[in-house]
């Protein structure tokens, strides 16, 4: 599993890994956003946290359509399937996944935070949730991945099936980074989105695995 | 199929197309009737709401088609469930028939709220928790369908389809929730609470709704068998021309 | 043995005894590559049953698992490390990658391709070997480190189920499958009642 989590690290941090395009995606929706509602600061700044959270989203899908595609295409996921159970592949795909996208965005949302005028209070929860929310929308990613692995050129249907399934995910998360910018409390809509995280963690893997199953077949 | 008179015969696509033809008339005669009846007694023989006026008949409408909204992906769900433990083949294209007509429901629930709602609320959309879980609801009903045009091979679609559903299902229970969470709304009170057995509404508003609803199930399952048995014969039709292609 | 709704095979019963191999043939879509999927256990067979443990298969398919941005070495470690082999040293000598081994995936030729898919047998500590079209694309000197390699692996006691087109690598046994055709009408399916 570890070899697998390192091959797939490499993978996308080489050449053409989409790593580097997905934090480039991230930052560009940030530098539009002042172009479409305005540079006035109070705008800005009832907008920011909901930004932040829907472009780190989208970022993550933007690398979602190659994680299965492509090791079906070359024999990669066959040979996967005979080594190890592919549970823990796709355990191991998915958190390579959030350790390339959703762990990365999370350093980057607060210190992107201050083009959109997110107040300083803001930024740890924005953090905190972009790090424990993350990792949901990898393995949640996963499974839409492992449904469209039989489908050419499946990215447009991937985001049709993964977004309403990122809906509790996006509520929770854009939550807890609102009522950080706000300086309210956060605990409760924190623990919620950890919880999720936690469950997608858990169960995700079961279920892409028997949909890349159904797909050898 | 050893034990004699198991249910399960029922499933075969042989039997199944055999008593659904037999049932559709019935099911058709008994769901346009009812729906009649109830539309009619409600829209020209109850008074007005004192305070709602004339646009509280489209309850008439709206409420039936919401409830078999979330019947239809109950259905979708259960007949998921069946086709991945028990592989009746029918279970998949039931599953697949129940589509678009909960998402048709869904439309229309989502359509008549928001014309009852324009008077009512001053709005004809707000992001109120079940106005959200529907929208939510159609983009579900969507996204399934999509799948199964998307796949070629059907045992490979009923099997993908059949595991977004569950997943699906688990999805729109919490996507509920949050939105409760996220949002408190504006959107009245269930009219006729299942579990409590009470009701919200007066009996004068009562029976045409009640009768509406009945009409509703029995139209929604007329629609269902109807594009179940199209699937069956379109998988037939397949089978024979994979026959003429050896 | 059934292919998208299509019966392809019925009534194939096979046995490889250790140190032997066995070289399947047929024409084109009778179901070769289809039977080699089943023992490796990625497909179900429509009726009856595996008595080996896919666990104890390796398959070499048509797929040759190259990553364009990974060098062999990497590549080979990776399947090295999965299947808990020590070294790749044995991948590299089995068919002369050390002078490409430092060489990325994008730049390789489909005989240097199929080379590294191949070398990754030498790493699968697995007694039965599945190997679909393992001589395509492979020039003379790379046939020959094949038929080393699988010489090597049947006098080690393990066993060899190859498909070839050509003439098998290694002098074996031929089976023909176009006895074990299904016969039109053998339709698996619950909507095959259609033909009746």
Redesign the interface.
């Known amino acids: 599993m570890k070899a697998l989590l390192i091959r797939d690290l490499r993978l996308a941090l080489r050449s053409g890994g989409g790593f580097g395009l997905g934090l480039a995606f991230y930052l560009m929706v940030v530098v539009l956003t002042p172009f479409a509602i305005g540079p006035g600061r109070a705008g800005l700044t009832s907008v920011a946290p909901g930004i932040l959270w829907l472009a780190a989203l989208l970022a993550a899908l933007l690398t979602l359509e190659r994680l299965f595609a492509l090791d079906a295409e070359d024999g990669s996921l066959e040979q996967l399937a005979m080594a190890m159970p592919l549970e823990a592949a796709v355990f191991a795909k998915a958190l390579a996944h959030w350790l390339t996208s959703g762990a990365v965005l999370a350093a980057l949302g607060p210190p992107l935070g201050v083009l959109l005028a997110l107040p300083l209070e803001g930024a740890l929860p924005l953090f905190w949730a972009l790090l424990l929310g993350s990792p949901a929308l990898s393995f949640i990613g996963a499974f839409g991945a492992a449904l469209t692995v039989a489908v050419r050129r499946g990215g447009l249907l991937l985001s049709l099936l993964v977004l309403p399934l990122y809906v509790p995910t996006l509520i929770f998360g854009a939550e807890v980074a609102r009522r950080g910018a706000q300086g309210l409390d956060y605990q409760a809509p924190l623990a919620l989105l950890a919880a999720l995280s936690l469950g997608c963690v858990a169960a995700m893997p079961f279920a892409a695995a028997a949909a890349l199953r159904a797909g050898l077949r | 199929m050893h034990a004699m008179g198991s249910i399960w015969e029922y499933a075969?696509?042989?039997k199944f197309m055999g008593w659904t033809g037999h049932a559709l008339p019935w099911l058709w005669a008994i769901g346009l009737g009812l729906c009649a009846l109830g539309l009619v007694w409600g829209f020209f023989f109850t008074g007005d709401d004192f305070r709602m006026g004339s646009t509280v008949k489209i309850i008439y409408i709206h409420v039936p088609a919401a409830l078999m909204a979330i019947n239809g992906y109950f259905l979708m769900f259960a007949a998921a469930l069946i086709w991945l433990i028990r592989r009746q083949?029918?279970s998949a294209l039931v599953g697949r028939a129940a589509a678009p007509v909960g998402l048709v429901m869904t439309l229309i629930g989502l359509v008549t709220g928001a014309i009852w709602g324009q008077p009512m609320w001053g709005t004809w959309w707000a992001w109120d928790p079940r106005l959200t879980s529907f929208l939510?609801l159609a983009?579900?009903y969507?996204?399934y369908i999509?799948?199964w045009e998307?796949?070629s091979?059907?045992?490979?679609a009923g099997?993908?389809t059949a595991?977004?559903a569950?997943?699906?299902s688990v999805?729109a229970v919490?996507?509920r929730?949050?939105?409760r969470?996220?949002n408190q709304g504006l959107h009245q009170g269930t009219s006729v609470p299942v579990v409590t057995g009470g009701r919200t509404i007066d009996d004068y508003f009562f029976w045409p709704l009640a009768i509406t609803m009945v009409g509703f199930f029995f139209l929604f399952v007329a629609l269902v068998l109807v594009r179940a048995r199209t699937e069956?014969r379109a998988?037939?039709?397949?089978?024979?021309q994979?026959?003429q292609a050896? | 043995m059934a292919r998208g709704g299509r019966r392809l095979l019925s009534g194939v019963s096979l046995a490889v005894t250790r140190g032997t191999a066995l070289s399947l043939h047929g024409r084109n879509g009778l179901g070769k590559t289809s039977l080699l999927r089943v023992l490796a256990g990625l497909l179900d067979p429509a009726e009856g049953r595996l008595i080996h443990d896919p666990e104890k298969t390796a398959y070499a398919g048509h797929g040759d698992a190259i990553k364009a941005s990974l060098t062999v070495a990497e590549m080979l470690g990776f399947w090295a490390d999965l299947y808990g082999a020590a070294s790749i040293e044995p991948a590299l000598l089995a068919f002369d990658l050390d002078a490409i081994a430092g060489r990325r995936g994008e730049a390789l030729s489909a005989g240097q391709r199929r080379r590294c898919a191949l070398a990754r047998l030498a790493l699968v500590n697995r007694p039965i070997w599945l190997l679909d079209e393992p001589t395509a694309a492979l020039d003379q000197a790379g046939q020959a480190e094949l038929c080393a390699l699988l010489s090597g692996h049947l006098n080690a006691g393990g066993s060899a189920l190859l498909v070839t087109h050509g003439a098998p690598p290694i002098d074996c046994p031929r089976l023909d499958l176009e006895a074990f055709r299904a016969t039109p009408g053998e339709e698996a399916g619950a909507f095959a009642e259609a033909l009746e």
């Open positions: 075969n696509p042989r083949p029918v939510i983009l579900f969507l996204g999509a799948l998307a796949i091979d059907q045992d490979l099997d993908l595991m977004l569950i997943v699906g999805f919490l996507s929730y949050a939105a969470f996220w069956v998988r037939r039709l397949s089978v024979l994979a026959r050896i």
